[in-house]
């Protein structure tokens, strides 16, 4: 990753909670051919219904960031093929 914002975050929230195992969600993902941990949001959502209303169930995925959240630094490069 360009920067490292992220433990950074995880550092301060620690001392913040006073829990040495506390933690930020996220995706671990390949990112120019290694796999790190991005920070993610979750998302909420309902379905839509053939007749247009909404499912009262949420389901909810994962989404993370192109660009630090924190600096603003690039953290995924599209350009680059990432090796499997």
Do not use: H
């Amino acid at each position: 990753m360009a920067c490292d914002c992220f433990e950074q975050a995880k550092v301060k929230v620690r001392e913040a909670t006073g829990d040495p195992n506390a933690k930020i969600r996220g995706i671990i993902a390949p990112v120019n051919g290694k796999w790190c941990l991005l920070p993610s949001i979750e998302i909420l959502y309902r379905k839509k219904k053939k007749d247009g209303s909404f499912t009262a169930k949420e389901f909810s995925m994962e989404m993370t960031y192109s660009y630090c959240p924190f600096c603003g630094k690039k953290l995924i490069d599209n350009d680059t093929k990432v090796d499997e």
